[in-house]
């Protein structure tokens, strides 16, 4: 935090001189000065800064003063304070029986300045800091360190204000009006206690309240609040924009939970429905929970007599049978129907895929490792 530097004191004396014909220096609190219509005084000491600065008054400078006083010109100094701390000097060149009519408006315009580019900064500042602290919330394993819990305080964080996870993600190719600063200003405003960071430069993590109705967790109220922020969305980001959403978890290290949901979900619903802009976590559950299986070695003997079937099943019209037999629960005549193909050719093809595979399709054992393998096998590796 800052409360005067080399910027806001040029400009302070950019602005005041266009007003008042005569120069300007800005001092900081060690008496050098900072800004200046005369470029060559910047840098050098004002002993007159510092004699206001340690009496605490203005400082009047005329003929008599300059012989005794170092690197100073005829004029008016007056200290700068800044929430009753002295933090530098403001002075105006010239006769000083003039100057009198300038001199504290020079100081209140001064002031009210480092006043606005201070109050800018600690905006910024606090903005930074959250969104600091929602990364590292998310990221966090394991229970939150007491710090944490400190820092949240000072943030005015609520961290028992029950939470889910959602993600935004915009593609950034080419010239684009709107960008993530953008949706993130529709995010924050107006106000709806949403916690936003950006992850990457194209991405954006949301932890939103999880109870929009203020008693419990209700995933279509949610679709229904994406929705909303679709239609609210610029035009141009049409076919741009994918938003996840992810699963609500009450216990402890359920938003880091709810995060790591969020991602996968993105993640997946991508590789699977690249065409589609909202992921929702209960439409991809399964695949989510299992995707650590992935790049495991279970995962890999989980998914084998499906690979084998998916292998030699070029035309993929065994798959198609799998899954329209899975999904009917192996009612073999509405699979047929579905299909619309004779009972014995589906009676054929069930044969064709126990015997690729090595499964025994009357298991309920076997037909959940085939559709477990199903769902593996959509899930793209590390």
């Not at 949240?152 to 009006?177: F, H, K, M, S, Y």
Request: hydrophobic fraction near 40%; glycine fraction near 8%; aromatic fraction near 6%.
């Amino acid at each position: 935090m800052y409360f005067l530097d080399a910027a806001i004191a040029q400009q302070i004396v950019d602005r005041t001189m266009r007003i008042i014909q005569h120069n300007i220096n800005v001092m900081n609190s060690q008496g050098v000065i900072l800004g200046s219509g005369d470029k060559s005084r910047i840098n050098t000491v004002h002993e007159g800064a510092l004699l206001a600065i340690s009496q605490n008054r203005a400082v009047t400078i005329d003929q008599g003063s300059l012989q005794s006083l170092h690197g100073v010109k005829a004029g008016v100094n007056l200290p700068l304070h800044y929430h009753g701390q002295i933090i530098g000097v403001v002075g105006i060149t010239g006769d000083p029986a003039k100057l009198g009519q300038y001199g504290e408006l020079l100081k209140m315009t001064a002031e009210m300045m480092v006043e606005q580019a201070n109050s800018l900064e600690l905006k910024q500042w606090h903005k930074r800091q959250r969104e600091e602290f929602i990364l590292q919330l998310v990221r966090q394993e394991g229970p939150l360190p007491a710090g944490m819990y400190a820092w949240a305080q000072q943030l005015e964080i609520d961290l028992t204000q029950p939470r889910v996870a959602a993600l935004i993600e915009l593609n950034g190719d080419g010239i684009l009006a709107t960008t993530l600063k953008d949706i993130q200003q529709l995010l924050e405003y107006p106000q709806r206690d949403n916690l936003v960071a950006m992850t990457a430069m194209d991405q954006l993590v949301i932890l939103k309240p999880a109870f929009l109705d203020g008693k419990r967790w209700d995933p279509q109220l949610e679709d229904l609040r994406i929705e909303k922020l679709l239609a609210r969305l610029p035009a141009d980001t049409k076919g741009r924009v994918k938003i996840a959403l992810g699963h609500y978890f009450p216990e402890a290290g359920g938003l880091q939970r709810s995060y790591q949901t969020a991602c996968e979900t993105l993640k997946l619903g991508k590789h699977t429905a690249p065409e589609q802009t909202k992921y929702l976590y209960q439409d991809h559950a399964v695949s989510v929970l299992l995707s650590s299986l992935g790049n495991d070695w279970r995962g890999h003997e989980l998914a084998m007599p499906f690979i084998k079937l998916q292998l030699q099943d070029r035309r993929g019209v065994l798959l198609k049978t799998l899954r329209a037999y899975l999904q009917h629960f192996g009612d073999q005549q509405r699979c047929a129907d579905a299909l619309y193909v004779h009972r014995n050719t589906l009676r054929y093809r069930l044969e064709k895929i126990a015997e690729i595979s090595g499964i025994d399709l009357s298991s309920l054992d076997g037909l959940l490792q085939l559709y477990l393998g199903d769902v593996l096998s959509r899930i793209e590796p590390e």
